[in-house]
């Protein structure tokens, strides 16, 4: 079956690194994806990674993805208060479906 | 233009009202979404809509009515709700709905049933 499972509660200091992770149960996931969602608000799609890559970056943000493991990790780097959010990981296996885990509140102290 | 709108952001109504949450894209994707997030849940996917088509009802309760009346808008027709159906909507699109597409999120309904 498919399922996405996050930790919970990430607490950092600023300036530091977030490291968020993930684990996924479906091996013909194709496509993972990182949201993140402010309070009251929807969710916004930060990054996502192709199944066949390892890492992708983007600014401020990298993203690991070990296929064999079935592990994903979102790093933040120089994590600010503007950051605290929660993360949501996801994976697309096929059709129309996304699959979310339950979602990771990052809570940055000043 | 990447945006997804929803209206109303907040809607408060009784078990026996009927109402309507409204979504709507410019960006010429064929493939829309309902999703529903209870508080500090993920979202949980309700009806995928397909080149206005309804593709994909994940068993949602008949109270729920989903419409697609073009392209570019949908709808979640709301009627005798219960209490525990208060969440946040949230309307997603994308392309066609095929795998290798992301999905744009809105900023959802609040939604609260007395």
């Known amino acids: 079956g498919e399922d996405v499972e996050q930790s919970l509660f990430l607490s950092v200091r600023e300036g530091d690194s977030s490291v968020i992770n993930c684990t996924y149960t479906?091996?013909?996931?194709?496509?993972l994806y990182w949201y993140k969602q402010e309070p009251g608000a929807g969710l916004q799609l930060l990054t996502y990674?192709?199944?066949?890559?390892d890492m992708k970056q983007d600014q401020r943000l990298t993203v690991l993805l070990n296929k064999k493991d079935k592990h994903l990790s979102l790093r933040i780097a120089d994590t600010q208060t503007g950051d605290s959010a929660i993360y949501f990981c996801?994976?697309?296996?096929?059709?129309?479906?996304?699959?979310f885990g339950a979602g990771t509140r990052l809570f940055v102290k000043a | 233009d990447t945006e997804v709108t929803q209206t109303p952001k907040h809607l408060v109504m009784g078990m026996t009202n009927k109402k309507s949450l409204k979504c709507e894209q410019h960006?010429?994707?064929?493939?829309m979404y309902w999703y529903k997030q209870k508080a500090k849940k993920p979202p949980e996917l309700m009806f995928v809509y397909s080149y206005e088509k309804l593709s994909i009802n994940e068993s949602v309760p008949s109270r729920f009515s989903p419409e697609c009346p073009n392209s570019s808008l949908l709808n979640l027709h709301l009627h005798a709700l219960q209490p525990e159906d208060s969440a946040l909507y949230l309307c997603a699109s994308s392309q066609t709905g095929a795998v290798q597409e992301t999905q744009y999120f809105g900023p959802g309904t609040r939604l609260l049933v007395l």
């Open positions: 990674i192709f199944s066949n890559m």
């Open positions: 479906d091996s013909s996931s194709t496509y």
């Open positions: 996801a994976e697309k296996a096929g059709g129309f479906k996304t699959i």
């Open positions: 960006m010429g994707h064929r493939a």
